[in-house]
């Protein structure tokens, strides 16, 4: 903070320095000479103040975080304590241990991280055959089916979730992965943005490929894949973390204790136990690790994925 | 539709090699297509089709499916619970559009500049969009604790004597939902806000600047015009996730206490899924749809007349 002051202070003299007359004295060379041009310290002064304010709003915004992380390593008792105690007083690490034996929380990451394999590898290669026969292969009625495609997005998904919970009680999927995983998999969000993806890689490429012998297939896997890359691992990453993290479709379609994911399990020892304070956050901390490591490893796809796309499932 | 494509066709030989060409396309194009189509026909379009036929029909869990017109229409508008749902929707919509996109717009403005470790500020803000649902309510309705939660506290010692008790009270859960709401989603409406803003070419700022336009002119006359597209785009993305809300309340306070947060979605989960009232509840769902597609064309048509 007395920094930031100095710095401000500073600018201000060298503001004020050039004479009215503009012929500059010995001691204003000296000045301009051991320092930085006004412009470049008016510039430094403005980026500390930057990052003072991103630092304070930044912890501001992580708050909860902070606070979830602390509460997983006390006591119950110590958790909502008056005042704050942002750091505990003694760090209950046992919470992190006991929690596999309070509730089957291997079992839940198991079955989540099980869904989320599957419908992620199902939606990525299916998007993608589908993306490339939507925007590399010519033929009638495609575009009409793309628009049905388009507009399915566009209705809302709670408007026919009611027809769907209909047909797997008629197939008898209730209560099953199965269900899951057929309605998740196909989703049209992933052919939209694999097809715009696709779009922008020139049609030449895949015509010099024809000419050199390729099948359609082959072009798909040898030529295309390969470029599209970037994509592919967008639209991975953001199937992985939405099936992660999704809780209505578990909620509605898995009622056995055993077939239930992490956020499922988490959700039913917090209402089971809701004077458990500490280990209602370790069980938090713990669903979060996962999205949290898969999403420093893949942030750059993330935030391609959505500034392209600009939507998400 | 046949014709077309033969006309379209570049290199011409003779028509019926054309045609077995076209053919062969259809065949290709569809094989490609196929494995996701099936999947998509079978649980969403056919769905989606059957969910509006469904809204004229009385079909429960116990009886056959009967056609009966308007009926659950005239059953929906005389039901309180419907216009309590439709009314918490709103609530919470105008809550969450307009504090998500100012604060996803002050972040983008704050972080869209080149200094070193701004990235890690970016990531960090996004974040808790990617945060699962679950642990984000938990925490957030620890935090919201009416009497000795962190916010309460916090509320305590800048001097409010009677603070809210938020998730405990019927007419504070709204504002504790549209508040966590607003905290996770912000981050996702700054990347895009980022994205419009860096689209924006630096000469229009220097011109404004040698103009001798000041910080807040250029930030209403130059940054505000160019991100109509962006913030057209996020309008619509922000309402129409607002009129879905789901989830959050459902894990956050469950529609309570009493009905003071229950929202459409949920109202169309109790009827259809918990009660088994498929045509019922499917009435609900369709005014879901027709308010969603209404935002939509609406903001449309304020973009095309801005736009002239």
């Given at each position: 903070?007395?920094?930031?002051?100095?710095?401000?202070?500073?600018?201000?003299?060298?503001?004020?320095?050039?004479?009215?007359?503009?012929?500059?004295?010995?001691?204003?060379?000296?000045?301009?000479?051991?320092?930085?041009?006004?412009?470049?310290?008016?510039?430094?002064?403005?980026?500390?103040?930057?990052?003072?304010?991103?630092?304070?709003?930044?912890?501001?915004?992580?708050?909860?975080?902070?606070?979830?992380?602390?509460?997983?390593?006390?006591?119950?008792?110590?958790?909502?304590?008056?005042?704050?105690?942002?750091?505990?007083?003694?760090?209950?690490?046992?919470?992190?241990?006991?929690?596999?034996?309070?509730?089957?929380?291997?079992?839940?990451?198991?079955?989540?991280?099980?869904?989320?394999?599957?419908?992620?590898?199902?939606?990525?290669?299916?998007?993608?055959?589908?993306?490339?026969?939507?925007?590399?292969?010519?033929?009638?009625?495609?575009?009409?089916?793309?628009?049905?495609?388009?507009?399915?997005?566009?209705?809302?998904w709670q408007a026919y979730m009611v027809p769907q919970y209909i047909m797997m009680q008629q197939l008898g999927l209730t209560n099953s992965f199965n269900a899951l995983i057929l309605l998740q998999a196909f989703g049209a969000f992933g052919v939209f943005l694999m097809r715009q993806y696709y779009m922008t890689i020139p049609d030449e490429l895949c015509e010099a490929a024809r000419i050199d012998g390729l099948s359609e297939y082959g072009i798909w896997a040898r030529v295309i894949l390969p470029l599209s890359k970037p994509a592919l691992a967008s639209l991975a990453l953001l199937t992985f973390v939405n099936t992660w993290n999704d809780y209505m479709g578990p909620f509605i379609y898995l009622t056995s204790n055993r077939l239930w994911t992490v956020q499922l399990g988490l959700r039913s020892f917090v209402g089971q136990f809701d004077a458990e304070y500490a280990m209602i956050m370790t069980g938090s901390v713990i669903s979060v690790i996962p999205i949290l490591i898969i999403f420093l490893i893949g942030q750059r796809y993330f935030i391609q994925g959505i500034a392209t796309s600009g939507m998400k499932g | 539709m046949t014709t077309e494509t033969i006309t379209q066709a570049p290199a011409p030989v003779h028509s019926r090699g054309n045609r077995k060409q076209a053919r062969r396309n259809t065949l290709i194009g569809w094989t490609f297509i196929l494995p996701n189509f099936l999947g998509f026909l079978a649980f969403t379009l056919i769905p989606v089709v059957a969910a509006f036929a469904l809204s004229f029909m009385e079909w429960t869990s116990f009886s056959a499916p009967k056609w009966v017109g308007l009926a659950n229409f005239q059953r929906m508008f005389a039901s309180d619970s419907f216009w309590i749902a439709l009314r918490n929707t709103v609530v919470y919509a105008l809550g969450h559009v307009p504090l998500t996109m100012a604060?996803?717009?002050?972040?983008?403005?704050?972080?869209?500049?080149?200094?070193?470790?701004?990235?890690?500020?970016?990531?960090?803000?996004?974040?808790?969009?990617?945060?699962?649902?679950?642990?984000?309510?938990?925490?957030?309705?620890?935090?919201?604790?009416?009497?000795?939660?962190?916010?309460?506290?916090?509320?305590?010692?800048?001097?409010?004597?009677?603070?809210?008790?938020?998730?405990?009270?019927?007419?504070?859960?709204?504002?504790?939902?549209?508040?966590?709401?607003?905290?996770?989603?912000?981050?996702?409406?700054?990347?895009?806000?980022?994205?419009?803003?860096?689209?924006?070419?630096?000469?229009?700022?220097?011109?404004?600047?040698?103009?001798?336009?000041?910080?807040?002119?250029?930030?209403?006359?130059?940054?505000?015009?160019?991100?109509?597209?962006?913030?057209?785009?996020?309008?619509?993305?922000?309402?129409?996730?607002?009129?879905?809300?789901?989830?959050?309340?459902?894990?956050?306070?469950?529609?309570?206490?009493?009905?003071?947060?229950?929202?459409?979605?949920?109202?169309?989960?109790?009827?259809?899924?918990?009660?088994?009232?498929?045509?019922?509840?499917?009435?609900?769902?369709?005014?879901?749809?027709?308010?969603?597609?209404?935002?939509?064309?609406?903001q449309f048509k304020i973009q095309q007349r801005r736009e002239r």
């Open positions: 903070m007395t920094n930031m002051a100095e710095d401000l202070k500073a600018t201000h003299v060298t503001d004020a320095a050039p004479l009215p007359n503009g012929a500059p004295t010995a001691e204003d060379r000296r000045r301009t000479d051991r320092k930085r041009s006004p412009r470049e310290q008016k510039k430094r002064t403005a980026n500390v103040v930057i990052y003072g304010v991103l630092v304070v709003l930044v912890v501001a915004l992580m708050v909860p975080f902070i606070w979830m992380l602390s509460s997983s390593l006390k006591e119950n008792n110590q958790v909502l304590t008056v005042p704050i105690q942002w750091i505990p007083q003694e760090f209950v690490w046992s919470n992190y241990t006991d929690i596999w034996t309070r509730i089957p929380m291997m079992g839940y990451l198991q079955n989540s991280l099980y869904l989320a394999v599957i419908i992620t590898c199902l939606q990525v290669l299916t998007g993608s055959l589908a993306a490339y026969g939507f925007s590399k292969v010519r033929f009638p009625g495609r575009d009409v089916l793309f628009l049905a495609y388009i507009g399915t997005i566009a209705v809302p | 604060l996803a717009l002050i972040l983008a403005m704050l972080l869209n500049r080149k200094l070193k470790g701004i990235g890690f500020f970016r990531v960090a803000i996004f974040f808790p969009y990617i945060t699962s649902l679950v642990a984000v309510a938990v925490v957030w309705n620890m935090l919201f604790s009416p009497d000795s939660g962190p916010i309460n506290q916090f509320l305590g010692s800048i001097g409010i004597a009677n603070p809210p008790g938020w998730t405990s009270s019927s007419d504070w859960a709204m504002p504790a939902v549209i508040i966590t709401s607003v905290w996770r989603d912000m981050g996702y409406y700054m990347v895009l806000y980022l994205a419009g803003l860096q689209a924006i070419p630096t000469e229009l700022y220097e011109a404004a600047e040698v103009d001798g336009a000041s910080a807040w002119q250029r930030f209403w006359n130059v940054t505000i015009p160019s991100l109509r597209p962006t913030t057209f785009f996020v309008v619509v993305m922000l309402t129409v996730s607002s009129f879905k809300v789901f989830d959050l309340i459902v894990v956050m306070t469950n529609g309570g206490p009493g009905r003071s947060t229950t929202v459409l979605s949920q109202l169309i989960y109790q009827e259809g899924i918990g009660e088994g009232k498929f045509g019922y509840s499917s009435a609900i769902s369709l005014v879901l749809f027709i308010i969603v597609l209404t935002v939509t064309v609406l």
